[in-house]
């Protein structure tokens, strides 16, 4: 069975950076896409960025273009998500998502989250 571990979450004032981790296990690791959501107070879950294990594509919301960078270490089985500049309405609890994208059958895995507060 799949499993995704968040970590790197906090409080960080605004401009401040925090980079958040997504590990994996129980998996192939490279059949799959992973993506970052978040979801505030009363909100909706949003997509973040996204980034394909295979070839590195990586896709961005428009909110955090130029600020968030997505990126993966094959050998750790783990994806990354630097925040730099940011900004209150960053704050969420955040959420890592695989999703089988290659070879046979389907398979979605969710984390726990971790929360991410940007306050002064």
């Known amino acids: 069975q799949g499993q995704l571990v968040e970590s790197g979450g906090g409080l960080v004032q605004p401009g401040g950076s925090l980079r958040l981790s997504c590990a994996a296990s129980g998996f192939t690791f490279s059949l799959y896409g992973v993506n970052w959501y978040r979801q505030a107070p009363g909100k909706d879950r949003d997509f973040v960025a996204g980034?394909?294990?295979?070839?590195?594509?990586?896709n961005y919301a428009d909110s955090v273009k130029g600020r968030f960078t997505i990126s993966r270490d094959n050998a750790r089985n783990t994806v990354y998500l630097q925040m730099n500049s940011l900004k209150p309405e960053d704050t969420a609890v955040y959420y890592c998502?695989?999703?089988?994208?290659?070879?046979?059958?389907?398979?979605?895995?969710w984390g726990q989250g971790t929360q991410v507060t940007v306050s002064s």
């Open positions: 980034i394909v294990i295979i070839g590195g594509n990586t």
């Open positions: 998502n695989a999703r089988k994208l290659l070879g046979s059958g389907s398979a979605n895995y």
